[in-house]
């Protein structure tokens, strides 16, 4: 690392309290405008900074890690999910690779938590109903949904957010289930009172809900794929609000049109910010614009996460939240 201040490049707006700070430690360039920065820039800023703080909308991929200066030692990952990042090429690279696991996880969950209510109750048509003047008054057998409690609601990811989706889900009186890489210590199935499926075919049979709150990697990739989602009951409902990619996309909007599949409540997409048109007609589907730890709160501690993964290599220690390609 040179002696002077290290050149660090944001690579989308970020809280002012954030760049305001970064901006004290190290020589910042910031992007004011938060245009979403295009390959040739992404690939200029890595020939001549020495830290990259890029996010789920920057492309880090093997041509533009080629292109990184002799400078070019860290990638400071604003967000938790690292799936635009090729972390193996970077490691090799000898380039660190850092994250902001942890602060993200409870406004998820509160996102996830408000879609698997908002698919059964009908909230957005509701809102709906609402805005376009159609309420002429209560009638007993409008607008009926579907009770949340007592339902089974099964986890595909039972990490960090997983879990603290099944704490809420808890408190609504839902049956907790769940599929993951491994199972828990009984200890955490006895608190969240959680049922472990080794098989993941077997617990989408099984359930009334399905929360998608693992990563996106390649064992991950199309995890519910055509095969698996006519596994589901035609009343189940899907919620996602990891990564798009989990789901094959096309394949959900066709079975939903068909009536195969009940709803869904979805927060990422599969080619962001392209939505399948499908989704976008459909009374039981509710979509949000990629907003899971969209809260001021969040970005701030994410920002914070940031800044000390950054001084802390600069400062010649390891980063506390180093991704290495074994992790993923
Ligand atoms: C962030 C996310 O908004 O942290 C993540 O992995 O998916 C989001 O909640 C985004 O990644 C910021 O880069």
Same mark, same amino acid.
Request: charged letters at 25%.
């Given at each position: 690392m040179t002696a002077h201040k290290p050149l660090v490049v944001v690579t989308r707006k970020l809280p002012d309290v954030i760049e305001t700070r970064m901006a004290e430690l190290f020589e910042v360039e910031l992007n004011t405008d938060d245009h979403a920065m295009t390959p040739e820039e992404l690939?200029?800023?890595? /020939?001549?900074?020495?830290?990259?703080?890029?996010?789920v909308t920057d492309r880090i991929d093997k041509r533009i890690l080629s292109n990184a200066g002799e400078n070019? @030692?860290?990638?400071? %990952?604003?967000?938790?999910?690292?799936?635009h990042i090729d972390v193996e090429t970077a490691w090799q690279r000898g380039i660190t690779v850092t994250n902001t696991p942890g602060v993200l996880t409870e406004d998820t969950a509160d996102l996830t938590m408000a879609l698997i209510l908002? +698919?059964? @109750? @009908?909230?957005?048509?509701?809102?709906?109903?609402? @805005?376009?003047?159609?309420? *002429?008054g209560w009638s007993p057998t409008w607008m009926m949904g579907h009770r949340v409690g007592g339902k089974r609601l099964g986890i595909i990811g039972m990490g960090r957010i997983g879990q603290a989706v099944a704490r809420r889900a808890k408190a609504f009186n839902l049956q907790i289930h769940y599929h993951n890489r491994k199972r828990l210590p009984r200890v955490v199935e006895e608190e969240l009172g959680a049922t472990y499926w080794e098989s993941l075919d077997q617990m989408l049979a099984r359930m009334d809900i399905i929360s +998608?709150?693992?990563? *996106?990697?390649?064992?991950t990739f199309h995890l519910l794929s055509a095969r698996r989602l006519k596994l589901l009951q035609p009343h189940a409902i899907v919620v996602n609000t990891a990564r798009g990619?989990?789901?094959?996309? %096309? /394949?959900?909007?066709?079975?939903?049109?068909?009536?195969?599949?009940?709803?869904?409540?979805?927060? +990422?997409?599969?080619h962001e910010p392209a939505v399948n048109p499908k989704l976008l007609t459909m009374k039981n589907v509710v979509l949000l614009p990629h907003m899971g730890s969209g809260t001021i709160e969040g970005r701030v501690d994410m920002g914070e996460k940031v800044i000390i993964n950054i001084k802390t290599f600069v400062d010649g220690h390891k980063p506390p939240d180093r991704v290495i390609p074994s992790m993923l």
């Open positions: 690939c200029d800023a890595v /020939s001549r900074a020495d830290i990259l703080v890029p996010t070019f @030692r860290c990638i400071a %990952n604003f967000g938790a999910g690292v799936d908002a +698919v059964p @109750r @009908r909230i957005a048509e509701g809102v709906d109903v609402m @805005r376009a003047g159609e309420f *002429h +998608v709150n693992c990563p *996106h990697t390649p064992a990619e989990v789901i094959d996309e %096309n /394949s959900l909007a066709r079975l939903l049109e068909e009536g195969a599949i009940g709803g869904a409540g979805l927060d +990422v997409f599969e």
